[in-house]
């Protein structure tokens, strides 16, 4: 809550619009915001390294940037496992600063170089058509995956492997295909919010601490909500219940971090035999 927002890598963290070449013009507050996957205004940057002139029309994504920040692990409790320690028991720790013992969270790491920010997809992923020049809002299963795009705008419902075949590989085709650095979600990105929700609520249990979310629905087509619902909330947590009845979440401007519609998470394949190992 308000209490952490001093600290850069919770307070910091921010809705905005991104074009396709990974420019920032405008924040969530700005006259010139837009949800709906372009600038409905031309927007004006006077200086800085995205100085220029977006015409209205200009296709932006709805992403929430993320400032760079470090971390540390202290274990206190370890167990021994089959395949050698777990951790039963941790202390952990985000700075904004690097500070002896912290290390730069990995999902600000690419290729070497240290990004001073990432950009987190505000929405669930749903399509843009390119051959029509328009955004899929109902989930229609037409996907194109040498051609088409994957977006995070408001008002649609989220991509689906109904009939289509949205297999990860194919999500990050999509992904790819708006430009380059765009990327689905991976390990390291999703690990960076999952540890910030960690340190800020001091639980592992989000949905006691900000909301169930669309989690109690039977996995159907029909049961997926469109997104937006927690536009209102801007860059604040919170849950928002819409016009179906349907509590709908958002951790600081990412919404549905968990429920509605099953996602992929790129960059880690899993072998678990044993579940209680």
């Given at each position: 809550g308000a209490s952490f927002d001093p600290i850069h890598c919770f307070g910091g963290r921010r809705?905005?619009?991104?074009?396709?070449?990974?420019?920032?013009?405008?924040y969530y507050g700005d006259g010139n915001f837009s949800t709906t996957g372009k600038l409905t205004k031309a927007v004006t940057i006077a200086e800085g390294q995205y100085?220029?002139?977006?015409?209205?029309?200009?296709?932006?994504?709805?992403?929430?940037?993320?400032?760079?920040?470090?971390?540390?692990?202290v274990p206190m409790v370890l167990?021994?496992?089959?395949?050698?320690?777990?951790?039963?028991?941790?202390?952990?720790?985000?700075?904004?600063?690097?500070?002896?013992?912290?290390?730069?969270?990995p999902a600000?790491?690419?290729?070497?170089?240290?990004?001073?920010?990432?950009?987190?997809a505000a929405f669930e992923g749903s399509l843009f058509?390119?051959?029509?020049?328009?955004?899929?809002?109902?989930?229609?299963?037409?996907?194109?995956?040498?051609?088409?795009?994957?977006?995070?705008?408001?008002?649609?419902?989220?991509?689906?492997?109904?009939?289509?075949?949205?297999?990860?590989?194919n999500v990050r085709l999509l992904a790819q295909k708006r430009g380059a650095g765009w990327e689905q979600a991976y390990a390291a990105t999703a690990a960076a919010s999952q540890l910030l929700m960690l340190i800020e609520y001091a639980s592992?249990?989000?949905?006691?601490?900000?909301?169930n979310g669309n989690t109690n629905q039977s996995s159907s087509a029909a049961n997926i909500q469109y997104t937006g619902a927690t536009v209102s909330l801007g860059n604040a947590s919170g849950a928002?219940?819409?016009?179906?009845?349907?509590?709908l979440i958002s951790y600081?401007?990412?919404?549905?971090?968990?429920?509605?519609?099953?996602?992929?998470?790129?960059?880690?394949?899993?072998?678990?035999?044993?579940?209680?190992?």
């Open positions: 809705r905005c619009n991104l074009t396709n070449d990974g420019k920032v013009v405008a100085a220029g002139t977006y015409a209205a029309g200009t296709p932006v994504q709805v992403m929430v940037e993320q400032p760079k920040f470090y971390y540390k692990v167990e021994k496992g089959v395949k050698g320690m777990k951790i039963r028991k941790a202390r952990y720790y985000v700075s904004d600063t690097l500070k002896p013992g912290f290390k730069v969270h600000f790491v690419e290729n070497g170089n240290v990004n001073p920010y990432i950009y987190l058509d390119t051959s029509a020049n328009a955004y899929i809002l109902d989930n229609a299963q037409v996907a194109d995956f040498a051609a088409d795009k994957l977006s995070s705008i408001a008002g649609t419902k989220p991509a689906g492997g109904d009939t289509q075949n949205l297999t990860r590989a592992f249990n989000m949905q006691s601490a900000i909301g928002v219940t819409n016009a179906n009845d349907i509590q600081r401007g990412e919404e549905n971090f968990w429920g509605n519609i099953w996602t992929w998470v790129d960059g880690m394949n899993e072998e678990n035999p044993d579940p209680f190992e």
